[in-house]
């Protein structure tokens, strides 16, 4: 047993003194506006291009190296919240976000511009995981859920709310002003965390293995980076940047899961799959994930480019169903409390399929208000599988794994929303072809839009799919308990 997970199974006394409130309401505004912000600036992307005078092609690595830094950072942070205390991980991590909002909003060029959300990406790398963290050790097992119930609402409104928020000041400020207005929130979250928050997690200092670091680093990121350029680029999966990078972190990744499994201190232990719904919770979050992240790239498109409505028009349309979702994760939460996992779980894949069927069902004639009806479905169907089955898994680990199951998922979560991205796209833009390729007769102005409405029926039936797989695999879910620390073997 090594040193680390015997200072990780101690239960300190003082964590029964500690006010939990004011330290969940700090993690709660920190964790926020960091996330808000990776959907914050999306809609602007077009004033930027004339503002800087950039590419399109360019102009979009403020989102994907956004979440490419994320992605490498986060199975990072399961060694480094073992080296450094709660305190210092959080206020580390809302700092190198604020002066990273700060470097956007003065950026003179586009460059400085992208050094300023690399900052940010890093500040919201290290966030996540120190959030989820801290709600495990704080909570427990059977007063997680509601805690993670408020943790779900801060994960799936902030994004929601990005888009609309930003067309709404975009309408009459420039998009500096996007900056602007996060920055003072940010700077607020540090000061309240340096008054409230306190220590709870244990310093163990692991030995750093720089190996796995280096393994880490190129496999979550070629992954992440050749999905996301798969899902951008106009070549697809032809190009070589794309499929390059996917053999390269492919590689790195089966090398690091390997050093992982033999190392007597691993960065990210993988023995946290050895819990059977640690590991069934994960398989059915990817799958939620893929199906969640494409369905937030689908709809806009078919809004814009299929109705003909504005940016800030379609995300208005996908407001409620995001707001929905927020205010449902802490009732979901506290129902998994009192019912456990099964009761949200399964009837809330069963609606995903549903729903999934519903969206291969509309077309150009298909108005604002059905679409609104069935985004709001798919996000009510979204909270009562996301928070449940995450902390149900969470829960069956031991406390010396806590680290390395936030660390696991949230990674994955990551990663599978990107590759969710580019393979639904790559599916709508194969069915958009086959379109053209079938088509008999002389073009029409609706031909584009009729495509894309074909494109985007494909990718809704593969949604289907998927969600069929998670009712499957949520028939499996069963009810954790905290496993009994003196028998599990680290």
Known sequence: MNAAGNAANL???????????????TLVIGAFFSILNETLLNIAFVDLT???????????????SYMLVVGILIPVSALLVQWFTTRQMFLGAMILFSAGTLVCAVAPEFYTLLAGRIIQAFGTGLMLPVMMNTILILYP?????AAMGSIGLVIMFAPAIGPTLSGLILESLDWRWLFYLVLPFAILSVVIAAVFLKNVSEVTKPKVNFLAILLSTIGFGGVVFGFSSAGEGEGGWSEPKVYVTLIVGGISLLLFIW????????MLNLRAFLSPMF???????????????????????FLQQGLMMTAFASGLVLLPGG??????????????????????VVPGSAILVVVMWLFTQI???????TLILYHCIMMVAISMIMMPAQTNGLNQLPRAYYPHGTAILNTLQQVSG???VAFFISIMSSGMTRYFTNKTGEATALDPALALNAGVHDSFRIGMIFAIVALVLSLFVKRTKAPDEAKQPL
């Open 418 to 420: 990107a590759i969710g």
């Open 323 to 344: 707001i929905l979702n927020g205010f449902l994760s802490p009732v979901t939460g506290k129902l998994f409390d009192k019912f456990g996992p099964r009761v949200l």
């Open 279 to 301: 590991s069934l919770s994960t398989v059915l979050l990817i799958i939620v994930m893929m199906s969640l992240f494409s369905t937030l790239m689908l709809l806009p498109i």
């Open 11 to 25: 239960q300190p006394k003082e964590l029964e003194n500690v006010k939990r409130l004011p330290i969940l309401i």
């Open 50 to 64: 004339i503002d800087l005078n950039v590419a399109y092609t360019t102009v979009q690595w403020l989102s994907t």
């Open 363 to 369: 077309d150009l004639d298909t108005s604002k208000g």
């Open 259 to 266: 050093q992982q499994i033999v190392s007597k201190n691993p």
């Open 141 to 145: 097992p059977e007063k997680r859920g």
